[in-house]
């Protein structure tokens, strides 16, 4: 593999060239998703953000089309999300095919304000309305992010908006006009660094018949193992007002990993589907790729459970399909030595009364600590490191029992999901050489006893 090609990951989106950060205007219409996305097309950090655009029949899969959206005289194009205007509400379909609008944050010098754009052409080119801005500023420094959605229940658009320490809600019929609804989260959840990019989703509860609310916010900075993260409230919405369930001081992490940010959910899927920017803006623009930075996660379904009387986050990535390269069943030992692809490959680990282990790939390192309740992820002799002085890290968890454990691997990431989805981190990391092998060792002289263990090689 050549120089320029080394981190290049097989199955996470990536541009060919250039800067990409936040996913925006996810929308699937007539069998294509749709991945909007913040980017730089003159540099491989941040700058000037334009949207980037990419189809996928498969959610894996990528063609990576012309820019949609560039910035204008009203500023930079900031994130934002796109639906199907199916009724045409906003009026701006001008033949058979129904409307795509996309609705985003200008930023210009001065202000941040929501402004729209629609396509009459799936998705290939974008007119700005005329009338933009459709939002103006309330006199608020941060005000940016808008998620839209239809709501069945009041019969109108739904935009959830970040505005520094709290989210705005905003209402219309139209797309157009824009009436503001309530606010929530001044004191609410974390408030170590600036919300953004909401959503605002309907979710299931896994074995009852109950739905509910859960709203969606990133933070940067302010995670729990440093830097960008997200956080989530579940509660309830009737059209005009979140209400949570959730004390104030409640902190609920979406993902415990440093690599998994600016989240959001496909408008027009039937199961919710979300995809997160996988970097970190403590160093962001130091990672060692060259000709692009920066990738997108594998997308993952959404659901909740209800443990106890608190509603978790489920998270479970998409089917990914490939080659069953090592099946065994029924393992009880102290150390277990997998060979694994060289490339992108999902690895599942079933076990009962796991005890303290640890995995390694390379000089990446995964542990779990039965003691101290916690799972760690250790990158501080993963490979290449010293681009940042914030990249080398062990990364923490609070993790009571390890029952199950899905792997997602690429050249420069690791997604971990535990316990049926309940548990997840997400990690980037940079080896100096290619791995062969994984490693799992008991950490405290018990055997392991894994009653499965795949791994499949993942194929596009």
Same mark, same amino acid.
């Given at each position: 593999?050549n120089?320029?090609e080394?981190?290049?990951?097989e199955?996470h989106? #990536?541009?060919?060239?250039h800067?990409i950060n936040d996913?925006?205007g996810?929308? $699937?219409?007539?069998?294509?998703?749709h991945?909007f996305?913040?980017?730089?097309?003159q540099?491989?950090?941040?700058?000037?953000?334009h949207w =980037?655009? +990419?189809?996928?029949k498969?959610?894996v899969t990528?063609e990576?089309?012309?820019?949609?959206?560039?910035?204008?005289? %009203? =500023?930079?194009? $900031?994130?934002? /999300?796109?639906?199907?205007d199916?009724?045409n509400? /906003?009026? %701006?379909?001008t033949?058979? @095919?129904?409307v %795509?609008? +996309?609705?985003f944050?200008?930023?210009g010098?001065?202000?941040?304000?929501?402004?729209?754009?629609? #396509?009459? &052409?799936?998705g290939r080119?974008?007119?700005?309305? #005329?009338g933009?801005?459709?939002?103006v500023?309330?006199g608020?420094k941060?005000?940016?992010?808008?998620?839209?959605?239809?709501h *069945?229940?009041?019969s109108q658009?739904?935009?959830?908006?970040?505005?520094g320490d709290h989210i705005?809600?905003?209402?219309?019929p139209?797309?157009?006009?824009?009436?503001?609804l309530?606010?929530?989260? *001044?004191?609410y959840?974390?408030?170590?660094?600036?919300? *953004?990019?909401p959503d605002?989703?309907?979710?299931?509860?896994? !074995?009852?018949e109950?739905?509910?609310?859960?709203?969606?916010?990133?933070?940067?900075?302010? !995670?729990?193992?440093? =830097?960008s993260?997200?956080?989530?409230?579940?509660?309830?919405f009737d059209?005009?007002? $979140?209400?949570?369930?959730q004390?104030?001081?409640?902190?609920?992490?979406?993902?415990?990993g440093?690599?998994?940010?600016?989240?959001?959910t496909?408008?027009g899927?039937e199961?919710?589907t979300?995809?997160?920017w996988?970097?970190?803006?403590?160093?962001?623009?130091?990672t060692?790729?060259d000709?692009?930075r920066?990738?997108? /996660?594998i997308?993952?379904?959404l659901s909740?459970?209800k443990?106890e009387?608190?509603?978790? %986050?489920?998270?479970?990535p998409?089917?990914l399909?490939?080659?069953n390269?090592?099946?065994?069943a029924n393992?009880?030992?102290?150390?277990?030595?997998?060979d694994?692809? /060289?490339? +992108?490959y999902?690895? @599942?680990?079933n076990l009962?009364?796991?005890?303290?282990?640890?995995?390694e790939l390379?000089g990446?390192k995964l542990?779990?600590d039965k003691?101290?309740k916690?799972?760690?992820?250790d990158?501080t002799?993963? =490979?290449?490191?010293?681009?940042? @002085?914030?990249?080398?890290?062990? &990364?923490?968890?609070?993790?009571?029992?390890?029952e199950?454990m899905?792997?997602?691997?690429?050249?420069t990431?690791i997604?971990v999901?535990i316990?049926?989805?309940?548990a997840?981190m997400t990690?980037?990391f940079y080896?100096?050489?290619a791995?062969s092998?994984?490693?799992?060792?008991?950490?405290m002289?018990?055997p392991?006893n894994?009653?499965?263990?795949k791994?499949k090689r993942i194929?596009?």
């Amino acid at each position: 593999m050549n120089k320029v090609e080394k981190f290049r990951p097989e199955i996470h989106f #990536s541009p060919e060239k250039h800067w990409i950060n936040d996913p925006n205007g996810l929308v $699937f219409y007539k069998g294509e998703y749709h991945l909007f996305y913040q980017y730089h097309p003159q540099s491989t950090v941040w700058g000037p953000m334009h949207w =980037g655009h +990419a189809i996928s029949k498969d959610l894996v899969t990528w063609e990576e089309k012309p820019i949609a959206l560039y910035p204008d005289e %009203l =500023g930079a194009i $900031f994130s934002g /999300s796109a639906v199907v205007d199916w009724n045409n509400t /906003s009026g %701006l379909q001008t033949g058979e @095919e129904k409307v %795509l609008v +996309a609705i985003f944050t200008h930023h210009g010098e001065d202000n941040e304000k929501q402004s729209i754009a629609y #396509s009459n &052409d799936c998705g290939r080119t974008w007119v700005k309305y #005329s009338g933009n801005p459709v939002i103006v500023n309330p006199g608020l420094k941060d005000f940016r992010d808008p998620k839209v959605f239809w709501h *069945e229940g009041t019969s109108q658009w739904i935009m959830s908006l970040a505005c520094g320490d709290h989210i705005r809600f905003y209402g219309s019929p139209n797309l157009l006009e824009w009436k503001h609804l309530s606010s929530f989260g *001044e004191t609410y959840g974390t408030h170590d660094g600036v919300w *953004e990019c909401p959503d605002l989703l309907h979710l299931q509860v896994e !074995g009852e018949e109950e739905k509910k609310w859960v709203l969606i916010v990133s933070l940067n900075p302010g !995670g729990p193992n440093g =830097g960008s993260a997200i956080q989530y409230f579940t509660g309830e919405f009737d059209g005009r007002t $979140f209400v949570t369930d959730q004390k104030e001081s409640d902190v609920k992490w979406a993902d415990w990993g440093r690599d998994f940010y600016a989240a959001v959910t496909w408008s027009g899927v039937e199961e919710p589907t979300w995809v997160g920017w996988m970097s970190n803006w403590q160093y962001a623009n130091q990672t060692p790729t060259d000709e692009f930075r920066g990738a997108m /996660s594998i997308p993952r379904t959404l659901s909740l459970i209800k443990r106890e009387a608190e509603y978790v %986050l489920i998270q479970r990535p998409i089917e990914l399909k490939g080659e069953n390269v090592l099946e065994r069943a029924n393992e009880c030992l102290e150390e277990i030595k997998v060979d694994v692809p /060289s490339g +992108a490959y999902t690895f @599942e680990m079933n076990l009962e009364n796991a005890p303290s282990f640890t995995i390694e790939l390379g000089g990446l390192k995964l542990a779990f600590d039965k003691r101290a309740k916690e799972f760690r992820i250790d990158r501080t002799n993963s =490979g290449f490191i010293d681009f940042s @002085e914030h990249f080398a890290s062990v &990364d923490v968890m609070p993790l009571e029992k390890v029952e199950d454990m899905t792997i997602i691997a690429d050249r420069t990431s690791i997604e971990v999901f535990i316990n049926g989805g309940s548990a997840v981190m997400t990690e980037t990391f940079y080896p100096v050489n290619a791995i062969s092998e994984m490693t799992i060792r008991s950490g405290m002289g018990e055997p392991i006893n894994a009653k499965q263990i795949k791994v499949k090689r993942i194929s596009l």
